[in-house]
């Protein structure tokens, strides 16, 4: 699976943004799927992930409310909607396959990262 993740931006504080990442390969529908972060100088943190069906999500405790995970199997693509953004969710986003873990090394393939920033 080969993941193209796309969306970041510069953002006030209190907006929205919505990531997307783009999937190859006819495998993408039997992977769970999972969004991490990664600031300057901090490590990789879960985000969000999601079951293989979408039928199940989970959420780190900072963005709980504020962040919708979800995937369209038929267009092989998984969604970040990012809502009431912070200047502490300035990060590198990273989408990744095969897990919903929130451990990193559990999955098996990375996107590239999409660069967030939220001014306050």
């Known amino acids: 699976v080969q993941l193209q993740a796309s969306g970041g931006g510069l953002v006030q504080a209190g907006g929205s943004l919505r990531l997307s990442c783009a999937a190859s390969?006819?495998?993408?529908?039997?992977?769970?799927l999972g969004w991490f972060r990664q600031a300057p100088g901090k490590e990789r943190d879960f985000v969000a992930s999601?079951?293989?069906?979408?039928?199940?999500?989970w959420y780190a405790d900072s963005v709980k409310g504020r962040f919708t995970i979800s995937r369209d199997n038929a267009k092989n693509t998984v969604y970040l909607q990012m809502n009431n953004l912070k200047p502490e969710d300035t990060a590198v986003y990273y989408c990744?396959?095969?897990?919903?873990?929130?451990?990193?090394?559990?999955?098996?393939?990375w996107g590239q990262g999409t660069q967030v920033t939220v001014s306050s």
């Open positions: 390969g006819r495998t993408f529908s039997s992977n769970a």
């Open positions: 999601i079951s293989r069906s979408g039928g199940s999500t």
């Open positions: 990744a396959a095969g897990s919903t873990t929130t451990w990193p090394g559990e999955y098996d393939y």
